[in-house]
């Protein structure tokens, strides 16, 4: 296994699941890599708390929906490490000491944050902080790649930031790690993300719930009349064709005879619904297999994966340590 390069990425547990998009941005390269890599998938459990501080309560039982997730679209537990980002304390200990080494500057203009405070989230001091945490689970955890949407593409720019300046500063412990940036899908409607909280199809979705969205999407706004010629690109129904219908002669031809105003509405998204059925139905199948073994198989598999996770973490603190003169 140590000669394998460690993948590692995590989810915040804001909601119960994940957007069926988050498949495309980081989702699908963590299940086709983890018998190439050594990877590390964990929940941010601390990190979601850096919006949501209030919702405390929440954050356990979302944890177990999001690890079922990950179990259900197919990372094999034997495979992957899981573990939950508080049962590192390690890594909190980094975060004081990569603090030292931030300069306020470099958090104030990180684009997330613009982003999360135009979303109404209150600048605390640990919102300010959420590039640094995230840089010590990268750290912490000697990673050698981290996938990630482009959203967060800025943030590891200042965990690389980080790991040379304490190389430099202190010497050297940190590999140096590197960003593998997946596209962040559009959302329902055309507009901004499909976030975890702010709407999109979810894995656990019914069929009729699927149907219903798929349904309500938004199509090209100029096209009154399916006779009327429409525009494909941008437009959120033919980017989730593009997405999960595998059947490549079909979106084909769907896109050919929308743009020649030959085709409706209608049947663009009843093709999308069962595309997308195809693609679910599987992880439904695979979620219900787990929901099955209950929460205590959830937590064995947690409770492995943070036993190996704190033996690597123990051993890049002691570097730290050791570096610094502790
Ligand atoms: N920022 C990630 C998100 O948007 C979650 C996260 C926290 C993360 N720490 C990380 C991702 C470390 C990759 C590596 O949900």
Same mark, same amino acid.
């Not at 719930?209 to 938004?218: C, D, H, Q």
């Not at 599987?282 to 787990?290: G, L």
């Given at each position: 296994?140590?000669?394998? *390069?460690?993948?590692?990425?995590?989810?915040?547990?804001? !909601? $119960?699941? $994940?957007?069926?998009?988050? /498949?495309?941005?980081?989702?699908?390269s963590r299940v086709d890599g983890q018998s190439s890599y050594d990877t590390f998938v964990f929940v941010a459990d601390y990190h979601a708390l850096t919006t949501h501080y209030e919702?405390?309560?929440?954050?356990?039982?979302?944890?177990? !929906? $999001?690890?079922k997730t990950y179990l259900s679209i197919g990372l094999d537990p034997n495979t992957v490490t899981f573990y939950r980002q508080s049962r590192i304390p390690q890594t909190f200990r980094l975060n004081v000491i990569?603090?030292?080494?931030?300069?306020?500057? =470099?958090l104030e203009r990180q684009p997330m944050l613009k982003e999360k405070l135009a979303l109404g989230h209150k600048l605390t001091f640990g919102l300010m902080g959420y590039p640094v945490l995230m840089a010590s689970d990268i750290l912490i955890m000697n990673s050698d790649l981290v996938p990630v949407a482009k959203d967060n593409e800025a943030h590891i720019e200042i965990a690389k930031d980080l790991a040379r300046r304490f190389n430099s500063t202190y010497g050297k412990v940190f590999n140096i790690p590197e960003g593998i940036i997946g596209e962040v899908v559009i959302g329902l409607d055309g507009q901004g993300k499909s976030g975890k909280s702010t709407g999109g199809i979810y894995f656990t979705d019914d069929?009729?719930?699927?149907?219903?969205?798929? @349904?309500? @999407? /938004?199509?090209?706004?100029?096209?009154?009349h399916s006779t009327d010629p429409g525009e494909v690109k941008g437009n959120p129904v033919f980017i989730y064709h593009? /997405?999960?219908?595998?059947?490549?002669? &079909?979106?084909?031809?769907?896109?050919?005879? /929308?743009?020649? !105003?030959?085709?409706?509405?209608?049947?663009? *998204?009843?093709?999308? +619904?069962i595309a997308i &059925?195809? +693609?679910?139905?599987?992880?439904? =199948?695979?979620?219900?297999?787990? &929901?099955?073994?209950g929460d205590d198989y959830i +937590?064995?598999?947690?409770?492995? !994966? =943070?036993?190996?996770?704190?033996?690597?973490?123990?051993?890049?603190?002691?570097?730290?340590? =050791?570096? @610094?003169? +502790?």
């Open positions: 296994m140590k000669n394998k *390069k460690r993948v590692l990425t995590g989810d915040r547990p804001t !909601g $119960l699941t $994940l957007p069926i998009a988050a /498949y495309v941005g980081t989702l699908k919702d405390s309560k929440h954050i356990l039982t979302n944890t177990l !929906g $999001l690890v990569l603090s030292m080494l931030t300069k306020m500057p =470099e069929s009729d719930t699927v149907k219903r969205k798929i @349904m309500g @999407m /938004y199509t090209d706004p100029n096209r009154i593009e /997405y999960f219908n595998d059947n490549v002669e &079909e979106v084909k031809d769907l896109k050919d005879r /929308y743009q020649k !105003g030959k085709v409706g509405d209608i049947e663009v *998204k009843e093709k999308l +619904f &059925e195809k +693609f679910l139905e599987p992880i439904r =199948e695979e979620r219900e297999k787990i &929901e099955k073994k +937590f064995d598999v947690l409770k492995t !994966g =943070e036993e190996r996770a704190q033996k690597v973490a123990g051993e890049i603190e002691a570097k730290v340590m =050791e570096v @610094m003169g +502790f």
